[in-house]
């Protein structure tokens, strides 16, 4: 697809109210989200939908991996959703982890996740701050343990390129997929603006509706890899986040409306 170069000129054409936003993953929990804010200040309608879907590997298709789950001494984890499917599917293999069996978490999140199903205290974890890069350090500690790396068939190549570059025993373990929704019913809705969090719901958007057209719409991105996603489907990228001066998406379409605000206040 031909990629659209954001000039100041067609940025500036694009000022336009925001009253609407997509926001292309499921409802926060929490009840003072950072969206409930948003929408309360601004008078905004702020709808969820998850434009992808994740489905856990069957017990009948990990078993053609042919993998042994015990013959590893350290589990890398980067997600509550390899947390989740990982000990769903030791359960159903019959499967009983280790005392010894060591655990490496991307973050702190995951790691207090683990709290789920094994007694933390009691077990060898060892956390990176946020980044893979954060748990390269820690892997270079270890470099003796037989890793396995359970992942989505959709993932990215940091983890799995370190650990092969720098000669580390390791198997990688597809144990989700990653699929796109069904988002027919969203056919003829039309927002003023759609938040995607993944080239995955990129991909999903194209999927679903493969003659999309932009027009008005202004779409925002979160990380380099999803903003590369969009100006690769041939998309206007309007927002961008994280941005030294808006680490947040909330805090980057915050910026964005306040200065469609102003945009609209000097025509007048």
């Known amino acids: 697809m031909n990629k659209v170069q954001l000039t100041p000129?067609?940025?500036?054409?694009?000022?336009?109210?925001?009253?609407?936003?997509?926001?292309?993953?499921?409802?926060?929990?929490?009840?003072?989200?950072p969206y409930a804010e948003l929408a309360k200040n601004y008078k905004l309608k702020i709808d969820f939908r998850?434009?992808?879907?994740?489905?856990?590997?069957?017990?009948?298709?990990?078993?053609?991996?042919?993998?042994?789950?015990?013959?590893?001494?350290?589990i890398i984890f980067t997600s509550r959703h390899a947390v989740d499917y990982f000990f769903m599917l030791c359960k159903?293999?019959?499967?009983e982890m280790p005392a010894d069996m060591k655990y490496f978490c991307i973050s702190e999140q995951t790691a207090n996740y683990l709290q789920k199903y094994i007694v933390v205290r009691k077990r060898k974890i060892f956390?990176?701050?946020?980044?893979?890069?954060?748990?390269?350090?820690?892997?270079?500690?270890?470099?003796?343990?037989?890793?396995?790396?359970?992942a989505s068939n959709i993932r990215k190549n940091d983890i799995p390129e370190f650990l092969q570059q720098n000669g580390y025993n390791f198997t990688e373990m597809t144990l989700y997929r990653t699929v796109s929704s069904d988002l027919s019913?969203?056919?003829d809705v039309f927002y003023d603006i759609i938040i995607f969090y993944s080239p995955s719901g990129v991909a999903s958007l194209l999927e679903n509706f493969p003659?999309?057209?932009?027009?008005?719409?202004?779409?925002?991105?979160f990380g380099p890899t999803?903003?590369?996603?969009?100006?690769?489907?041939?998309?206007?990228?309007?927002?961008?986040?994280?941005?030294?001066?808006?680490?947040?998406?909330?805090g980057a379409i915050e910026q964005y409306i306040k200065m469609v605000q102003a945009h609209l206040?000097?025509?007048v």
């Open 9 to 33: 000129e067609l940025f500036k054409s694009r000022l336009k109210k925001v009253e609407t936003i997509l926001v292309t993953q499921s409802e926060p929990n929490e009840a003072k989200s």
């Open 50 to 74: 998850a434009f992808i879907d994740i489905q856990p590997v069957s017990l009948k298709e990990f078993r053609k991996q042919k993998i042994n789950i015990l013959d590893h001494s350290a």
């Open 92 to 95: 159903e293999s019959k499967i």
């Open 127 to 150: 956390v990176g701050e946020k980044t893979a890069t954060d748990l390269f350090a820690i892997l270079k500690k270890h470099k003796t343990e037989k890793f396995l790396f359970p």
């Open 185 to 187: 019913d969203l056919a």
């Open 211 to 221: 003659n999309f057209k932009q027009n008005d719409t202004r779409i925002a991105a």
């Open 226 to 250: 999803t903003a590369q996603a969009v100006r690769d489907a041939g998309l206007i990228l309007d927002i961008e986040a994280p941005m030294p001066n808006a680490p947040s998406m909330t």
């Open 265 to 267: 206040q000097m025509k």
